[in-house]
């Protein structure tokens, strides 16, 4: 004896659709702040004929509060020169640029023991500054 079974029409809803949407949309504004380093206060330093420095895979911050960010992650002054070198590896000297941002009141015995770190573990040091703007 032969059982014949109902066949069901499987459809997804169209609201399911839009759920589904709009959980990626979220998703995706999540993971964009993720890595937004907007939350650093900083204000960078000002001089004439700026030109660029390129692109890099290493960013140093040095904040107002005067603590010290490497792409956008807080470490401590003794973890500068180990982080950068590991993020660096072996890459070729023209790949080795560091960018520096320091807060434009940030004084000499801050930003000085983030050159010496960035030198010892062979980077390409770049300041990050603006152009400096004539008030009107």
């Known amino acids: 004896m032969k ?3 109902k066949k069901h029409a499987a459809t997804v ?3 399911a659709m839009g759920d589904i949407a709009f959980n990626l949309l979220i998703f995706f504004v999540i993971l964009a702040r993720a890595t937004d380093d907007s939350h650093l206060q900083w204000e960078p330093a000002d001089a004439e004929q700026v030109t660029t420095g390129g692109v890099s895979t290493v960013s140093v911050v040095i904040d107002v509060e005067n603590k010290y960010y490497i792409n956008g992650e807080p470490v401590g002054i003794a973890q500068i020169s180990p982080q950068i070198n590991e993020i660096l590896g072996d890459a070729p000297l023209e790949d080795r640029k560091v960018l520096l941002k320091v807060h434009r009141d940030a004084t000499a015995n801050h930003f ?3 050159i010496e770190a960035v030198s010892e573990a062979g980077g390409q040091l770049f300041h ?3 152009e400096k703007r004539v008030s009107p």
């Open 3 to 5: 059982i014949t079974r």
């Open 112 to 114: 000085e023991p983030v």
């Open 13 to 15: 809803p169209s609201m």
């Open 128 to 130: 990050i500054l603006e």
